[in-house]
């Protein structure tokens, strides 16, 4: 019997994987975007950058952690 691996994840922000050219872009656990190898910087960049925007509005100050436990 193979061992089964056991992960827990945890999402703080855009992570990419990349494989074939191309890498998949996911929040949250959802892929967002899937965009060639040359624009993945980029377009994690822009996703932290748009999710920082977001937190603002929310009044979230800026490197104030919020923590959830589900």
Request: proline share 6%; charged share 25%; net charge positive.
């Amino acid at each position: 019997m193979a061992a089964r691996r056991v992960s827990r994840r945890i999402h703080v922000g855009p992570v990419a994987v990349g494989g074939g050219a191309k890498g998949r872009i996911f929040v949250k656990g959802e892929v967002i975007a899937t965009v060639p190898e040359s624009r993945i910087v980029e377009t994690l960049l822009g996703e932290a950058m748009r999710i920082a925007e977001q937190g603002e509005q929310d009044g979230v100050a800026p490197g104030e952690p919020a923590v959830t436990v589900s």
